[in-house]
């Protein structure tokens, strides 16, 4: 029974995570015909996904979609499909798009623990990785040469590669992508710190407030937030460091899935100088001590805790976080700022907005460059933080223009009197 079992696994793909030079990285592997998992070349493309801009749950999603596809299409080839039957007698050198194609769709037909279809973007993002490993194939001449993977200009005239499959559902992001909100608007430390008051009002707020901050004013990720220890926090005055490390050993043993909690790049980080934070950062020690005398920690040293006493996982974070929007947009509406209100709507509303506020505080507020902006949020790249640049500049040149265009309204009024009586003498003559 095990021997036939081994059998049908032969020729099977799967990935795991593994170390190199000390680095985890993931490496996928098949099931040789003796049984033993033996690192397969094609983990050569994940490298493509290895970078101090991305983080390892990225690269894990890549090596689960490809296994995913590679299973896929060994499963289709033994069961005798005829779109498969290429790949029986030349392997991967037999990969055609139809492959992907029915892939996806059958993605596309599966049922969640819901009980729900799929979401689409979900298989939109596998049509991506996929589009980029079949590239990846291409470009190394283990397909076809015939095999034309088409390619478009973006909106900065780069060359971008497009998907050669074919849904039946369609890709939504074949779409106008929206993106999620990156700014307060012009009144954003005004909304900034009634957003922080909001959370701390409330009970379940509280537990996050000092996290929202620290976010703000250090333009930190929602994983890294929760890999914070009370250790890993230093104070001088009004000035404060973090020591933003990846602790999912010591604070996530319990977790099996750790996506949510990873810390995309371990950094010393400096935290805007601000006595109103200093005063966060208190409260929020004050009320750990006294939470401690009535639920005891699982981590001593955690700085964001759960009702349970466990450290706050990447998904606890979210779900307090989406609670303390609700209550402020909810505030605005009573306040009737409904400009605001707009603003704040317009756009997904999520944990990563607040890396853009701080972004744009840097350079908007305080007047920072590009680079300067950048090593502040510990980016290793200007790009994400010259598109902010670009936005600012586009939105302060759109309302000089405004203002230009009101100013010749107030202008063109004094001249209507003028205008209407060369009108009459015309009229006359």
Not at 8 to 31: C, M, W
Not at 246 to 269: I, P
Not at 359 to 369: A, F, V
Request: charged share 30%; aromatic share 10%; net charge positive.
């Amino acid at each position: 029974m095990t021997e036939d079992k081994g059998i049908q696994n032969i020729g099977q793909y799967s990935y795991r995570q593994t170390f190199l030079e000390d680095k985890k990285v993931y490496t996928i592997f098949v099931i040789d015909p003796n049984g033993i998992k033996v690192p397969h070349p094609v983990t050569d493309f994940l490298r493509n996904y290895r970078s101090d801009s991305m983080s390892a749950a990225r690269e894990r999603q890549v090596a689960s979609c490809i296994c995913q596809f590679l299973n896929y299409a060994r499963n289709m080839t033994l069961s005798g499909d005829e779109d498969f039957n290429e790949l029986y007698h030349n392997g991967f050198f037999g990969l055609n798009f139809i492959h992907g194609s029915r892939f996806l769709d059958f993605v596309d037909d599966q049922i969640n623990k819901r009980g729900q279809r799929v979401k689409r973007d979900t298989v939109d993002r596998k049509e991506y990785i996929l589009t980029d490993f079949y590239v990846f194939l291409h470009k190394n001449s283990v397909i076809s040469s015939e095999l034309i993977i088409p390619s478009y200009r973006n909106e900065k005239g780069d060359l971008k590669n497009a998907s050669p499959f074919v849904r039946k559902r369609g890709n939504s992001q074949k779409e106008p992508v929206i993106k999620d909100l990156r700014d307060f608007g012009e009144n954003r430390q005004q909304i900034l710190v009634e957003f922080i008051d909001t959370a701390k009002s409330f009970k379940g707020g509280r537990t996050i407030a000092l996290g929202i901050a620290f976010q703000a004013f250090g333009g930190l990720r929602r994983g890294e937030v929760v890999n914070l220890t009370t250790g890993s926090v230093l104070k001088n005055g009004i000035t404060m460091i973090l020591d933003v490390k990846d602790r999912q050993t010591d604070l996530f043993a319990h977790k099996k899935n750790t996506a949510k909690e990873e810390v995309k790049k371990e950094r010393t980080q400096d935290l805007l100088p601000s006595e109103y934070l200093i005063a966060i950062y208190n409260d929020h020690l004050a009320w750990l001590k006294s939470f401690k005398k009535q639920v005891p920690l699982l981590v001593e040293d955690a700085l964001f805790v759960n009702r349970f006493g466990r450290p706050l996982t990447g998904k606890g974070y979210e779900k307090m976080f989406k609670r303390v929007v609700t209550k402020y947009l909810k505030v605005l509406l009573a306040q009737e700022r409904y400009d605001d209100y707009t603003f704040l709507t317009s756009k997904p509303f999520n944990t990563h907005t607040l890396r853009g506020v701080f972004t744009n505080i840097c350079l908007d507020d305080i007047g920072m460059s590009v680079r300067q902006t950048a090593n502040a949020r510990g980016d290793t790249y200007d790009t994400t933080v010259a598109e902010y640049q670009e936005q600012l500049t586009a939105r302060q040149k759109m309302d000089r223009a405004i203002g230009q265009l009101a100013k010749a309204v107030v202008d063109a009024a004094a001249s209507k009197d003028f205008i209407a009586k060369m009108n009459m003498k015309d009229s006359t003559s």
